[in-house]
């Protein structure tokens, strides 16, 4: 079997970036992830990554797309890494597809979507319950929908359901909206948008499709009769695959200022590590840094 110089999992912005820099360092490498673009494809409007004024988080994912495309990348995508371990100085990768060997891996896999623990949530998923507005959002068209949450996730899904659906209703559990001031300002204008602070869901309710769900607050339960509920309270990291790796109690990777984590020659980063901002920009700087750093293992080791 091949021994890969490096291996890089997830191709979001972090995995995306230290693939272009592990290209130019003209290493032996391949990218094993689930998709391109990561949680910036599920984006709306992004106002604050450094070179675009205004941009959609789909066309930056289709900008990072082509920018692999001009180095030749090798990209496995629709892979899931379900084990990461090692057997001496080589790396083990085993996904559900197939297996490989590194000697050395950056992690970058990022996070997935917090699910709710209420009843109806599986019962309904992708039956009107999910967890993404940008691929889901059209569906929801002149519909009733409700947005779970109150920081910058949930409110850049409402601004995006706004310009769709009939009425939005975002449901947030403390006393009032977190995330960005000018999200907080833009959801505010919105003349379809109506925020229940101090209230969660209780249940998803309906036939074959959600048709409501109920709400709890101080004064008791209510009835909201919604078409979508989409669900926005927050990401969990992609870590359960190493068990190796040191993590913190939120199950982060830990990671060193050169992104290095407690195993020699496994590097990490974006927002599956313990780096306190999540931002776009953030893991694809942090992205150059793991290259960098996997590159000079490999000087160093000369395997």
């Keep these: ?39 910036a494809a599920w984006s709306g409007d992004i106002e604050n990554y450094t070179g675009y004024q205004f941009i959609t988080g789909p066309e930056l994912a289709q ?29 083990l990768l085993k996904t559900n597809k197939a297996d490989y060997q590194s000697r ?32 889901d959002g059209p569906l929801f068209s002149a519909k009733n929908v409700a947005v779970i949450g109150g920081g910058n996730s ?11 659906a009939k009425q939005v209703y975002i449901i ?29 869901v209780i249940s998803v309710v309906g036939d074959k499709f959600v048709s409501g769900i109920k709400i709890k607050d101080n004064t008791g339960v209510r ?3 919604v078409q ?16 190796e790796v040191e993590k913190n109690s939120k199950g982060e990777i830990k990671i060193n200022l050169r992104n290095e984590t407690n195993i020699p020659g496994v590097f990490a980063a974006g927002d599956v590590t313990d780096v306190p901002e999540k931002q776009i920009i953030i893991a ?6 793991a290259a960098l750093s996997a590159f000079r293992y490999l000087a160093i080791n000369k395997f």
């Design 154 to 164: 949930a409110l850049d899904a409402a601004l995006q359901l706004e310009k769709i």
């Design 63 to 91: 900008k990072f797309q082509e920018h692999m495309r001009k180095y030749d990348i090798v990209l496995k995508e629709n892979e899931e890494v379900l084990e990461l371990k090692k057997s001496g100085d080589v790396f």
């Design 104 to 135: 050395s891996v950056i992690i970058a896999s990022g996070k997935k979507s917090k699910e709710l623990g209420v009843t109806g949530e599986k019962e309904f998923k992708n039956r009107g319950l999910t967890y993404c507005a940008t691929c």
């Design 223 to 225: 009835d909201l009769t």
């Design 1 to 39: 079997m091949q021994i890969y110089d490096l291996i890089i999992i997830g191709a979001g912005p972090a995995g995306i970036t230290a693939s272009v820099y592990a290209a130019r360092k003209k290493l032996d490498f391949l990218v094993i992830s689930l998709d391109i673009g990561g949680q």
């Design 228 to 243: 979508g509920v989409f669900v926005e309270i927050g990401l969990v990291p992609n870590s359960v695959f190493v068990g």
């Design 284 to 289: 694809a700087g942090e992205g150059s840094k």
């Design 172 to 200: 947030n559990n403390t006393s009032a909206l977190g995330g960005d001031a000018i999200m907080r300002h833009k959801v505010e204008e919105a003349g379809n948008v109506a925020v229940f602070n101090g209230s969660q």
